[in-house]
């Protein structure tokens, strides 16, 4: 990671960190647990679960994982009968997000793009509410107030620049570097390798660095925009683009929690205590289609999707844990049990939500309604009620 003044220990020399980029991600990778369930040492990171003892924390976030992926894959085959229109899907990535997730405070505030589906659970948003938007019967049911999460961006890369917005509000609230843990605050971004290559991305990172907002910017990268792969978006490891905008960069290994987990902690803290800016790129790859309305086996190899099964994210910790005796069956079987009756809850629940009345399209519009709309939504209701009694 680059290093910046007044962040000791926060990152090697630049000349150790522009190493060569490698297809497992090259020297410069930050990882804490190997893909073959191997605890390993780093110099500038280390996993610190706080308050909670460590052994009860790694199991917490394999349960966060198989919940997360049984989100995805309940969904996905929900779109498949019909039930949802399109569905982005998470599959590879359930530790980076479960990571990033459970590294923020309640008084952080996440902006996310529209895959976050593992975040989203970890802030609280019910994923009813997300089959809800994919389901096309509501626009994101869920107030980003009562969470901290914001609302699902379709428009690619547009949330970086809402990110940015916000943190330099926080500043000006007065919530970045008191000293205060409880009071202290930053923002997360979070956007896909693609988007990367967004003007509006681009953009917030002028802004984040001009004005030392207390942003992170977390990217995903999956290794495919699409159908773009990642070596013809840049000739150069993402994360080394944060040089030129003067703030920090460093690549994580996306598919190890523990690693995403410190990484991302250690870059919230920077940015809650008024040091700025820092994009982390989490090394990892999509297992799946971009959507439901995607076909990867006309643009990639097998062989990759193969290579990428061995990193695993969730089978990695489940090695660690049965190998250093840390779960029982009974933990692994409880997990499977919760699993279950989550799936069942999302495919009951989905069948379930209702159709939107024609006349919510004018509810929140405004925060007080105002003569105009009134008008619009009172002659929208007479063209409707036009309809009754019609054979």
Request: proline residues 6%.
């Amino acid at each position: 990671m680059t290093q910046q003044p007044g962040s000791p220990g926060f990152g090697p020399d630049l000349a150790e960190v522009f190493g060569p980029s490698q297809s497992d991600g090259g020297p410069e990778l930050v990882q804490l647990l190997t893909p073959e369930g191997e605890r390993v040492e780093h110099p500038d990171f280390r996993f610190d679960s706080g308050d909670v003892p460590e052994d009860e924390a790694i199991r917490g976030f394999y349960r966060d994982m198989v919940l997360t992926r049984r989100i995805d894959t309940e969904a996905t085959a929900l779109q498949r009968h019909g039930e949802l229109g399109i569905w982005a899907q998470l599959l590879g990535q359930e530790a980076a997000q479960i990571g990033a997730g459970r590294a923020l405070r309640p008084q952080d505030y996440v902006f996310p793009t529209y895959r976050e589906h593992g975040v989203a659970y970890c802030r609280g948003v019910d994923p009813l509410n997300l089959l809800g938007l994919f389901r096309g019967v509501d626009h994101g049911g869920w107030n980003p107030n009562d969470n901290n999460f914001g609302l699902y961006t379709i428009v690619i890369g547009a949330q970086c620049l809402h990110a940015t917005g916000y943190a330099m509000g926080m500043q000006r609230d007065g919530v970045v570097g008191t000293g205060d843990p409880d009071r202290d605050a930053a923002v997360i971004a979070h956007f896909g390798d693609g988007a990367s290559s967004q003007g509006d991305v681009n953009e917030a990172f002028i802004f984040a660095a001009s004005y030392n907002a207390p942003v992170v910017f977390f990217c995903q990268n999956n290794q495919w925009a699409i159908s773009e792969p990642i070596e013809r978006q840049t000739r150069i490891p993402l994360y080394q683009r944060a040089l030129g905008f003067g703030f920090p960069g460093i690549r994580v290994d996306g598919n190890d929690v523990l690693a995403t987990y410190a990484v991302t902690q250690a870059a919230l803290q920077r940015a809650r205590e008024g040091q700025g800016p820092t994009f982390v790129e989490a090394y990892t790859y999509r297992m799946g289609a971009h959507t439901t309305t995607d076909d990867p086996t006309r643009y990639r190899l097998s062989d990759d999707v193969e290579h990428w099964k061995l990193k695993d994210p969730i089978a990695r910790v489940e090695v660690y844990l049965k190998r250093n005796g840390l779960a029982e069956d009974d933990f692994f079987a409880a997990v499977r049990t919760e699993a279950d009756e989550l799936g069942h809850h999302l495919r009951e629940g989905c069948r379930a939500l209702p159709d939107p009345s024609p006349l919510s399209m004018f509810d929140h519009v405004y925060a007080e309604m105002t003569d105009e709309l009134a008008a619009e939504r009172d002659g929208f209701a007479a063209y409707l009620e036009s309809f009754e009694g019609a054979h």
